[in-house]
């Protein structure tokens, strides 16, 4: 697995919109507070055009050649050592014929983002044995008081931190903007479940977004099984959070997935919260059930996804989840990927 090398002041940052641009005044305004709060910390910020532009009423930033080539700039750019992205959205797939995958690998960097940035994370992690982090975007860091969790974040980019523990309070949904400046509402307490009681488990961390990996494994475009092939040895940790998706849809994307063998050498499941979940049974019940068989512990309500705050989740590296109480610890041992 191969590691980007950790971030340091006086580096430079890279932006990009691979799938939505930002067009709201009050996003402009976050972004403006992110590049300078950056900036105090030492960092330099570079943004791509395409952040700024929104080519239709689905909310492309720009066509899928420039998405590819303006992501491109960054990697080739030898002041940027990490990449976040601008938004998540839903049209990041139209990019993936169009990636030199064989350019990437020669120059791996960190890729940042949640949501349909799974996209690109997944594959680059996956398929190409690149690190990437399911945390953030860009707009995060451009809230007036930081939340502990983007602290942190930084502190795993920087490779100064290795661990990390799960958070009090979680929002139930999106805040309302009034200067863009705004923190996580945080107006929920936080309690993670488990299937097992309290449990610890460890293995190589892989995962990101249901709605993106259900159209990978229902489309074949994209597979893992290489992936557990190399690091099977190491066990697979498995983790997963939805934006919008029904009880029917993930039950047969978890079937097709384990169908495939996506989760041999699995060791166990994290389960972030759902945003926007339509079903009989409740969400933590399906997934529960649903993986019951294979008799590994199932984590749920996790910090991971749409429902902020976030922990920062490296794909690719090993972890250890040492649960207790509703409450979990994260490691990792990066000197192992």
Known sequence: MIVPRFIRPGDKLGVTAPSFGVDDPLDANRFSSARAKLAARGYGVVETPNVYTTI??????????????????????????????AKGGDYQWEMLPLMDWDAYEGNPKWFQGYSDNTTLAFKMTAEHDVATVYCGNFGDFGMER????????????????????????????????????????????????????????????????????????????????????????????????????????????????????WFEDCTGFVFGRSLFYTGDRGYTELVTDALAHLEVPVLTDADVGHKAPRMTFINGAMSEFDFSDGSCTLRYDLARS
């Open 56 to 85: 239709d009423e689905e909310g492309r930033s720009s066509p899928a050649p420039q998405r590819v080539a303006e992501l491109t700039s960054l990697l080739e750019d030898p002041e940027v050592s990490c990449i976040f992205s």
């Open 146 to 261: 930081w939340h502990p969790s983007l602290e942190q974040n930084l502190e795993f980019l920087e490779g100064n931190r290795s661990e990390q523990r799960s958070f009090p309070f979680h929002a139930t949904d999106f805040v309302d903007r009034v200067t863009g400046l705004e923190s996580f509402q945080e107006d929920e307490p936080t309690v993670w479940g488990s299937s097992v009681g309290d449990c610890r488990f460890s293995g190589r961390l892989i995962g990101g977004c249901m709605d993106v990996l259900e159209w990978f494994v229902s489309k074949g475009t994209a597979d893992p099984t290489g992936f557990v092939g190399r690091y099977g040895g190491d066990g697979i940790v498995w983790y997963m959070e939805t934006f919008d998706m029904t009880e029917d849809r993930i039950a047969s994307m978890l079937r097709r997935m384990e169908d495939a063998g």
